[in-house]
Structure formats: structure tokens, C-alpha cells
């Protein structure tokens, strides 16, 4: 290796090193923001946005929802992409161990949950749906932030150093295939909560003078 190749691979080492130092901030950011989409949407469901007491559809409900959901569903692209673009092994070790399934599955739910709110976002927001809707769609965002911290554990888990050298998960095995399994029902629980909301929403309606 000459002089000017050696020169390369150093510059290249800095440039990873700086990007990787940069994406670890970038990463903390988005999980400050998926907390805080969280923490919004429980803050403001069920707040009335409109003062004068007359809703156009414009702005309410379904309008916290898509924002709260499209800000975990953006963080967690992130995330991934960041992960993606700096994983040196990528090529040796498939996409698939740094794509989790559980990343996947939560995904697919927050764009089902975007949709639903889109395809009823006036009647969402004028209040024209059955009570019981609001109760399932709380639920959900609970086992929403439920998956939310598991993919943050997991993610943390997987990538950080200090756990990649220590033999935390073959020490906690037992305890880990459990938390697996609490994740297992949180899917399969949201599953239903979500599809439940989807044939309220579909089927039935309510008429508000």
C-alpha cells in the first residue's frame, strides 16, 4: 500500500468514525421526538380545538393522530437508515439482522393507523364517530409506546458496543425470550385494536347536529 492509499483509508476512517459519532446523536434526537409524539398525543386527545364551538373537519383528532403517529413512523425510518448506512457488515451479514421484525410490524401498524385517520379525517374530527372508537384508539397508542420501547430496547441492545462485548444476553436469556414474548402480544393486541377501530369507522357513524 502506497503513501496515497494509505492517506485514503485513514481519511475515510475519520470520515466513519465522525459520521458514526454524528448518527449516535442523531439517533438519541429521534428517540427524544418519539417520546415526545407520545407524550403529545396523550396530552391533547380529546382536547377541542376549535373555540368557537363549531368544527369544520379542519383541525381535532384525527389531525393529532396523523402528526403523532407520522413523527414515531419518521424517527424510526430514521433510525433504521442511519443504521443501515453505517453498518460496515452489511453485505456479510444481510439487511434482515439490522431490520428487525419488530421495527417491520410496528411500521406497518403506524402507516395503518396514518391511513385509517386520513380516510376518516373529517368525521374523526367533528366528533361523528361512536364513543366506543375513542377507546380503542387509546389503547392502541398505549401498545403503540409499548412497541416503541421495546424497538428502542432492542435497538440500543443490538448496536451499542458495551453490550456487544458483554455477555448480557446469554447471562438474561430467559429474561429476554420473555420480554420476545410480552412483544409477541403486544402485536397481535394491536392487531385487533386497530382493525376494530377500522370497521367503526367503516360501518358505523354517528350524526351530530
Do not use: C
Amino acid at each position: 500500500m502506497n503513501r496515497e492509499d494509505t492517506i485514503q483509508t485513514i481519511f475515510k476512517y475519520m470520515l466513519k468514525t465522525r459520521l458514526m459519532e454524528e448518527a449516535k446523536v442523531t439517533t438519541q434526537i429521534m428517540f427524544a421526538f418519539i417520546f415526545i409524539a407520545l407524550v403529545s398525543k396523550v396530552l391533547f386527545s380529546g382536547v377541542n380545538t376549535n373555540h368557537s364551538g363549531v368544527s369544520h373537519g379542519n383541525n381535532g383528532e384525527a389531525s393529532i393522530n396523523i402528526m403523532s403517529y407520522s413523527i414515531i413512523l419518521i424517527s424510526i425510518t430514521t433510525i433504521v437508515i442511519l443504521n443501515v448506512m453505517l453498518n460496515s457488515d452489511i453485505q456479510n451479514s444481510g439487511i434482515f439482522k439490522i431490520i428487525s421484525w419488530d421495527m417491520i410490524v410496528l411500521v406497518i401498524f403506524l402507516l395503518w393507523l396514518i391511513s385509517i385517520n386520513l380516510n376518516h379525517y373529517e368525521r374523526i374530527n367533528t366528533g361523528k364517530v361512536p364513543d366506543n372508537y375513542y377507546i380503542y384508539a387509546n389503547l392502541s397508542i398505549l401498545v403503540i409506546a409499548g412497541q416503541s420501547f421495546f424497538f428502542m430496547f432492542n435497538y440500543i441492545l443490538i448496536n451499542d458496543e458495551r453490550f456487544k462485548q458483554s455477555d448480557l444476553i446469554t447471562k438474561y436469556k430467559e429474561l429476554f425470550n420473555r420480554m420476545d414474548f410480552i412483544q409477541y402480544i403486544l402485536m397481535f393486541l394491536n392487531f385487533l385494536l386497530i382493525l376494530i377501530q377500522q370497521i367503526i369507522l367503516d360501518h358505523f357513524s354517528v350524526d351530530i347536529i
